[in-house]
Nanobody, 116 residues
């Protein structure tokens, strides 16, 4: 199976920035749409952003203008640059790779905490 590993989470003050990374174990990574999701404590998992193999991107309204999703297929890595963070961004962030409707892969998640 495909292994996805997130990194880059941590504690940051409001207005600060973080860059999350997601690295896959297989080169087939480059053929599929990739996405970031997040789950705040006590809430449902929420889609945040995605990027296709053609580099088309989409974002949930609450992060538009603040977050940037990108990918480097040569490194089997996807990134989420998060700027101007606020406490409402606090959540566990998950990497997702979708092969088909019935076949998706998830990372273990990385904690992002925005607090003063």
């Amino acid at each position: 199976q495909v292994q996805l590993v997130e990194s880059g989470g941590g504690l940051v003050q409001p207005g600060g920035s973080l860059r999350l990374s997601c690295t896959a174990s297989r080169s087939a990574f480059r053929f599929y749409t990739l996405a970031w999701y997040r789950q705040a404590s006590g809430k449902q998992r929420e889609w945040v952003a995605d990027i296709t193999r053609e580099l088309s991107t989409r974002y949930v309204d609450s992060v538009k203008g603040r977050f940037t999703i990108s990918r480097d297929n040569a490194k089997n890595t996807m990134y989420l640059q998060m700027d101007n963070l606020n406490p409402e961004d606090t959540a566990v962030y998950f990497c997702n790779l979708k092969v088909a409707t019935a076949l998706e892969y998830w990372g273990q998640g990385t904690q992002v905490t925005v607090s003063s």
